[in-house]
């Protein structure tokens, strides 16, 4: 009888240290001997996975397609109409291809290229001055008709800036 209330007292003595109210050693805090399961959900707004984009050749510049179409259409007719712009790093590099493309439909000159770049750019009259002075102004080169130079960073949010260029 003396052994057994020894044990019990023992088990008693042993189980308030994981009791409700008891004081964990390692946070201090209390512990609680609720049992639910825990669910950790991510507020995202997308639904769908995010996996990595190996091998994509597209700067999604973070924004929708359309809007992307919009901004890289408006750079390029810029580019062309003023020779120099200066824009985000990676808005440079991806509006590039856009503009050397447009340069090469102007040295082909038929009719064709001629409504490909009416297609893609916003400003009829550019267009055909573009045609009439690419072939003159590019007859030697193959390509890489701009230039990116990196420059200081924007001052608001640091962001990666650079001049784009025709050659």
Not at 97 to 102: A, C, G, Q, S
Request: one cysteine or more; proline letters at 2%; charged letters at 25%.
């Amino acid at each position: 009888m003396k052994v057994t209330t020894v044990l019990c007292s023992i088990m008693v003595a042993g189980a308030s240290a994981f009791g409700v109210g008891s004081m964990s050693s390692f946070t201090g805090s209390s512990l609680s001997t609720d049992m639910q399961p825990t669910y950790v959900s991510r507020s995202s707004s997308r639904s769908e996975l995010s996996m990595m984009r190996h091998r994509k050749k597209v700067a999604k510049l973070g924004k929708p397609a359309d809007q992307r179409k919009a901004l890289l259409r408006a750079l390029t007719t810029e580019i062309i109409r003023h020779g120099r712009i200066k824009t985000t790093a990676v808005r440079a590099k991806a509006v590039r291809k856009h503009v050397d493309h447009m340069i090469e439909l102007g040295k082909r000159g038929d009719l064709h290229a001629r409504r490909q770049a009416l297609a893609w750019m916003y400003d009829k009259d550019l267009v055909h001055s573009l045609f009439e002075a690419a072939p003159d102004r590019y007859s030697d080169r193959n390509g890489g008709y701009t230039r990116v130079l990196r420059t200081m960073p924007r001052q608001g949010d640091n962001a990666k800036m650079a001049v784009i260029e025709l050659v």
